[in-house]
């Protein structure tokens, strides 16, 4: 089981940039894929990026390409989000989560732990 921890979220000004990070709890990290979702108010949950074990690989959902990069830490058990260019609909509680499969194909992610999740907010 593990035990995951959001910080760095806040309130940015458009075209600024934020990075979160995610602490976990427990000795099998490394053996987790790990990813990010977010839910805007009045809004179903979307998935935002999702990185594998070894942090060689990533994906993302098309709106944040080019301007998100996930990465993580193992040694920290940490996984971060670095995100750029922030628009207001980005806005939204950013929650990381983890995949105890540790699956390799990112595009299947499918969480069983997630956090309490951080609060972004992005005004004009």
């Known amino acids: 089981q593990v035990q995951l921890v959001e910080s760095g979220g806040g309130l940015v000004q458009a075209g600024g940039s934020l990075r979160l990070s995610c602490a976990a709890s427990g000795r099998t990290f490394s053996s987790y894929t790990m990813g990010w979702f977010r839910q805007a108010p009045g809004k179903e949950r979307e998935f935002v990026a999702a990185?594998?074990?070894?942090?060689?690989?990533?994906y993302y959902t098309d709106s944040v390409k080019g301007r998100f990069t996930i990465s993580r830490d193992n040694a920290k058990n940490t996984v971060y989000l670095r995100m750029n260019s922030l628009k207001p609909e980005d806005t939204a509680v950013y929650s990381c989560?983890?995949?105890?499969?540790?699956?390799?194909?990112?595009?299947?992610?499918?969480?069983?732990?997630w956090g309490q999740g951080t609060q972004v907010t992005v005004s004009l």
């Open positions: 989560s983890a995949d105890s499969s540790g699956t390799a194909y990112l595009s299947r992610f499918n969480p069983d732990y």
């Open positions: 990185i594998n074990k070894w942090g060689g690989s990533t």
